[in-house]
């Protein structure tokens, strides 16, 4: 059997890459930093000409019609060069629930000027008190066809910046999925600094009307459609840390390999190599459990369990190559003149990004506990 990766996803692949080497550079990074959005607008167009924002969009609403693991190689691409450009909050968590449990007027309206890079939507996940979107704790109660939402949602990536946020609420009967306008009278954003310094915002709703046409999956679907969305975007993330880590981990070896103790490259060290080399273990343990998920939920099947993995693996990957990687540049590794610091960052957003390593892995333990993992 083979397991090697088809040529369209290596066609994908390198054609984000080439486009995110040649576009994103630090010099560029340093002036992103200075724009209150800190959203490169010039490469995010540049990726919708290239088709790239609607890789896993179906070809009728303005994508390439590819699939989730596609998707993932171009994220994965964004890692490796921490562009900031928001790939996982727009074009996994926001885009692929609507695409797969939207109206046709739904997928229309909000799918076809996202892939065209015209408009962006957005998700908000996270409560202060609670990383599960299908078991939130903000409110919604009918009122006619559509909802009046009060709750706070938090850790909201470019909430200012977009034409939607997608959002779950519970009711008397059931989680709902909706479609929330940031403008919309109610709503109030209070900006956030967080790790990676994405902008986001708390997201702090009181009164507000959500119309029918806004409403993704009433309180019979919502919960299933949300526990969809976390699921993949879990994987994304862990498909984006294969790239941070990896790039952390080259940059690495190239520095020890430069660099000079006692006259001779610091690579040859015994005790250096074998940081380098644990170093390369996990990315490639994490890249086999991230891609492992992504083609499960490909198919549509039960992955629940990978899924955990993959973001155990994600954390653990992302904490131990990080700390390596400054241990063996050195002081030079905390130096904002030198691109490590971004990289590392990252890698500490990403692991605490719906979840730690700790939690999911005593979920994951309970699991298999219970016998309900890895039981034939």
């Not at 940059?251 to 490259?265: D, L």
Request: glycine letters at 8%; hydrophobic letters at 45%.
């Amino acid at each position: 059997m083979d397991f090697s990766f088809s040529e369209q996803q290596q066609d994908v692949q390198n054609l984000a890459r080439q486009i995110l080497t040649e576009e994103v550079s630090a010099e560029r990074q340093d002036v992103v930093d200075q724009q209150p959005d800190r959203f490169d607008k010039a490469l995010w167009a540049k990726l919708a000409e290239a088709g790239l924002l609607g890789v896993s969009i179906a070809e009728k609403n303005g994508g390439m019609g590819f699939n989730f693991t596609e998707l993932c190689f171009f994220i994965e691409e964004a890692g490796r060069t921490v562009a900031p450009i928001p790939v996982i909050p727009v074009l996994v968590s926001a885009a692929l629930p609507i695409q797969q449990f939207g109206s046709v007027e739904q997928q229309r309206r909000l799918l076809q000027p996202l892939a065209s890079g015209k408009t962006l939507i957005t998700t908000a996940f996270m409560e202060p008190m609670g990383e599960d979107p299908a078991t939130p704790l903000t409110q919604a109660r009918p009122q006619g066809a559509g909802y009046v939402v009060n709750g706070v949602k938090t850790a909201v990536p470019l909430a200012h910046l977009s034409e939607r946020v997608l959002i779950s609420a519970k009711t008397d009967n059931g989680v709902v999925a909706l479609m929330i306008n940031p403008r919309a009278e109610g709503v109030t954003l209070v900006p956030l600094k967080v790790t990676s310094g994405e902008p986001q915002s708390e997201m702090r709703l009181e009164n507000v009307l959500v119309a029918t046409c806004d409403v993704l999956a009433g309180p019979e679907q919502g919960g299933e459609l949300m526990t969809w969305a976390a699921q993949r975007t879990i994987v994304a993330y862990a498909a984006m840390q294969v790239g941070v880590s990896d790039k952390s981990m080259r940059m690495t070896a190239s520095y020890t390999a430069e660099r000079q103790q006692f006259g001779v490259p610091i690579a040859t060290f015994q005790a250096v190599g074998h940081r380098a080399a644990n170093c390369f273990i996990d990315v490639e343990c994490l890249k086999l459990t991230a891609y492992q998920a992504a083609s499960l939920l490909e198919a549509d099947v039960d992955a629940s369990t990978e899924v955990e993995i993959a973001k155990v693996w994600a954390g653990d990957v992302g904490h131990r190559v990080s700390f390596a990687s400054q241990h063996l540049h050195g002081g030079i590794g905390i130096d904002k003149d030198y691109p490590l610091w971004r990289y590392c960052l990252w890698a500490r957003h990403i692991e605490l990004t719906l979840g730690s390593s700790a939690s999911t892995l005593a979920k994951l333990g309970e699991k298999i506990a219970k016998g309900e993992a890895y039981v034939s």
